[in-house]
Nanobody, 127 residues
Framework: VELTESGGGEVQTGGSLRLSCKAS????????MGWFRRAAGKEYEGVAT??????TYADSVKDRFTISQDNAKNTLYLEMNELKPDDSAMYYC???????????????????????WGQGTQVTVYS
């Protein structure tokens, strides 16, 4: 599975961005997909996950971010609204074949739990 993110950029506080992640390769077996972010000098943080049963969000982005996917286009999205400077980070798309991964609390999911990663797209929110 190959993942390619796009849509990052610079935006003012309160603004919006939509990230996209195009999946190619053996995507039919991909079950759990998610977005992670990593700010400079910090660890990876799970932002949101999605599978056929639903979605989960980190508390820090709940009610501001929306994860969705278009299976016909093999594309994962992250709609980000009301952006804050603390949201500035490299954002990564991730995927895995695990049936149970997305059912876990996102706070308990580590980056190493996902087997496939994109190269990342930078989001910078300035005040």
């Amino acid at each position: 599975v190959e993942l390619t993110e796009s849509g990052g950029g610079e935006v003012q506080t309160g603004g919006s961005l939509r990230l996209s992640c195009k999946a190619s390769g053996d995507t039919e077996a991909t079950y759990c997909m998610g977005w992670f972010r990593r700010a400079a000098g910090k660890e990876y943080e799970g932002v949101a996950t999605i599978d056929s049963h639903g979605t989960t969000y980190a508390d820090s982005v709940k009610d501001r971010f929306t994860i969705s996917q278009d299976n016909a286009k093999n594309t994962l999205y992250l709609e980000m609204n009301e952006l804050k400077p603390d949201d500035s980070a490299m954002y990564y798309c991730a995927a895995d074949f695990s049936f149970s991964l997305c059912s876990r609390n996102i706070a308990a999911i580590e980056a190493a739990d996902f087997g496939y990663w994109g190269q990342g797209t930078q989001v910078t929110v300035y005040s």
